[in-house]
């Protein structure tokens, strides 16, 4: 799979909104980063197009409305976000974000349960190699 361009963290912003509501219209986006940000709705519409130039949304025009909606599903939309921190900001290296989760972040049962079975799937890929 090619990786996509990177985005700033505004974009991000915009893009974790959409995702996280399965889809948006630019006045949508326009009104929270209003409330949020201060931003206008032509602030939202040229995030919206660079973000849908870039591959990250799609757009469908309904009702005479376009609405935007992720291209990728909202949990490789956080991995994406998650392996461009990683590689831009930490280098590649994951230790300093396990470092954090281990020292910093409040981790409930649920996701310390996930945590554990990742790291069982890391040790088991390891036994393969």
């Not at 326009?30 to 201060?38: F, M, N, S, V, Y």
């Not at 870039?54 to 309904?62: H, S, V």
């Not at 291209?71 to 290296?93: H, N, P, Q």
Request: hydrophobic share 35%; charged share 35%.
């Amino acid at each position: 799979m090619s990786r996509k361009p990177s985005i700033g963290r505004a974009e991000g912003e915009v893009l974790r909104f959409i995702a996280e509501r399965g889809g948006a219209t630019v006045t949508e986006v326009g009104d929270h980063l209003a409330e949020t940000k201060g931003q206008t709705r032509n602030t939202a519409l040229n995030m919206m197009e660079r973000l849908r130039q870039k591959g990250f949304l799609d757009r469908e025009k309904i009702d005479g409305l376009y609405r935007y909606t992720s291209a990728d599903s909202k949990g490789r939309i956080f991995e994406g976000f998650v392996e461009d921190f990683v590689d831009t900001m930490l280098g590649g290296s994951v230790a300093p974000l396990v470092a954090y989760l281990g020292t910093r972040a409040e981790v409930d049962d649920k996701q310390l349960e996930q945590l554990r079975r990742l790291v069982k799937s890391l040790e088991e890929g390891r036994d393969d190699a």
